[in-house]
């Protein structure tokens, strides 16, 4: 637009700092002088790769020549580098990588490798070498006093709550001027903004929230500052659920003082809850003692305390009064974890069958590093087979060539065409989401109660998997019975006592 009248050919010269490529066709030559033609298919791109130290410190100088060689006129292009960058641990390595220079030299080698890499720091894929940063939900009560998890709180109460967030870097060089016109801004996208939020620091040890929770929120800083670098940590809210539509992310320029000229995004996913075999070495049992008449347990409490000994492990028992006389523990809740990076914790999940053990999950174990997760089905309509008796997984296993290096979720249904009870869409869609585990139904329907535990479980072996599927038969306990009402048992009464 600026090429001047009678101009036939133009040369571009610049300071040290900047780099000038001129694009192109391969008929199209320079002159011996170094002069271009005005010929559309030429592009000229400059890049720098040094930060300014002050506003258009750097200048490329255009000369436009007439046909018989003067200079007709003359276009000057300055020139400020700024640098911005949002970081994550996208490399999973537990720690948000440096971008200054690398004093190890072995780390030099992958530089270009891991510049390449960071380019990705939008996308996020699964697996052993996969990318992209990860997420705690922050489930645990760390603060005390808290009345919930530290996730329903609206600030950062304690260092130990810091440890469950994962770390984020927004970095910038340039001058202090340019930020007078140009303010950086953090966004959090409207679908996003209730399952995460971004806190920074300020004056130790204070953190104060930065962007999330509320839609569209973010934090611009002041007109005619240089930012300095955000050191924010960011707790996940919610655990991964499944959506029915994705709605379109908001603009990262909505609602901010004007147009970009430029974005930088990072990705994080919700660490999926993960649940553990039973045939993992147990460190805490938790049992009910129940000590009223005849439903006594304490012959089987002292056989177990006996057990738990010999295996060093914990024993936990939940009295009659925090029971409420529901012994059916197993049913009421089942433990798993969530881990990133940096850190993992234990994480319980409490079934919405709520009866007598429903509180004592999030009063007796949710705590410091150990979180509190659960679903409710919409009106309280829960049936049998929403009891976690009903929920198992197995130890890792491989099925036709696929690897399930977590092991499978196996929950107890109806046949796939028979209407009956199911598991709640609430509980069976939580546990879908987290996608590491595949959920396998197992028709549980032809029992009374229903569930997967009534019939199978799994136990260590040292051979061949390295553990055995247990499956009951009721065809070998009806011959059994057979068996003993010809041999003269058949009044006899079960389970005396």
């Not at 700092?17 to 030559?29: D, G, K, L």
């Not at 894929?125 to 998890?149: E, F, Q, Y």
């Not at 440890?163 to 930020?179: I, N």
């Not at 959920?439 to 535990?453: A, C, K, N, R």
Request: aromatic fraction near 8%; hydrophobic fraction near 35%; charge should be positive.
């Amino acid at each position: 637009r600026c090429t001047p009248r009678g101009a036939a050919s133009f040369d571009v010269h610049a300071t040290p700092a900047v780099t000038v490529h001129v694009i192109h066709s391969p008929a199209t030559r320079p002159t011996l002088d170094a002069r271009w033609p005005l010929d559309p298919d030429i592009e000229v791109v400059v890049t720098i790769g040094v930060t300014s130290r002050a506003v258009d410190d750097n200048q490329v100088r255009i000369s436009y020549y007439g046909r018989d060689g003067n200079e007709v006129a003359v276009a000057w292009l300055y020139l400020t580098c700024v640098e911005v960058s949002l970081d994550t641990d996208v490399t999973r390595s537990g720690r948000v990588k440096s971008r200054g220079k690398d004093k190890d030299k072995d780390k030099d080698k992958d530089k270009d490798k891991d510049k390449d890499k960071d380019k990705d720091k939008a996308k996020w894929t699964w697996g052993r070498d996969g990318r992209g940063a990860i997420l705690l939900v922050n489930c645990d009560r760390d603060s005390p006093g808290a009345g919930g998890t530290d996730s329903g709180q609206a600030d950062i109460r304690t260092p130990a709550d810091l440890q469950d967030m994962s770390v984020m870097l927004l970095r910038t060089q340039g001058p202090s001027a340019v930020f007078a016109e140009y303010p950086v801004v953090l966004h959090v996208p409207e679908a996003d903004a209730d399952k995460v939020r971004v806190f920074h620091a300020a004056r130790s040890p204070a953190w104060l929230p930065a962007a999330g929770r509320d839609p569209g929120s973010q934090v611009a800083r002041p007109v005619g500052q240089r930012p300095s670098p955000l050191n924010g940590r960011i707790p996940g809210s919610s655990a991964p659920k499944i959506r029915e539509g994705i709605p379109t992310p908001a603009p990262a320029w909505q609602n901010s003082p004007g147009t970009p000229i430029f974005t930088d995004t990072v990705v994080f996913r919700v660490a999926p809850w993960i649940m553990t075999p039973n045939t993992q070495p147990p460190l805490e049992v938790f049992v009910c003692s129940i000590k009223q008449g005849l439903d006594s347990n304490e012959a089987f409490l002292a056989g177990l305390r006996a057990l738990l000994r010999k295996a060093n492990c914990k024993l936990t028992v939940c009295s009659e009064l925090d029971s409420r006389g529901d012994r059916w523990i197993q049913d009421e809740l089942e433990f798993g974890y969530v881990e990133a990076p940096h850190k993992s914790f234990p994480v319980v999940f409490d079934s919405p069958r709520n009866r007598g053990l429903k509180d004592f999950a999030f009063k007796k174990i949710l705590g410091p590093d150990f979180g509190y997760v659960t679903r409710e089905p919409p009106g309280k309509s829960v049936t049998s087979l929403d009891s976690f008796g009903n929920l198992d997984v197995s130890p890792p296993v491989t099925v036709r060539g696929k690897e399930y290096p977590l092991g499978r979720i196996l929950i107890g249904s109806p046949l796939p065409w028979a209407s009956g009870r199911r598991m709640s869409r609430a509980v069976r869609d939580f546990l879908y989401a987290q996608q590491v585990q595949a959920p396998l139904e197992v028709y549980s329907e032809w029992l009374s109660v229903g569930h997967v535990d009534e019939f199978l479980t799994f136990v260590p072996a040292p051979d061949r998997k390295g553990f055995r599927l247990l499956l009951a038969s009721p065809n070998a306990c009806f011959k059994l019975f057979r068996e003993k009402q010809q041999q003269g048992h058949g009044e006899a009464t079960q389970f005396v006592g």
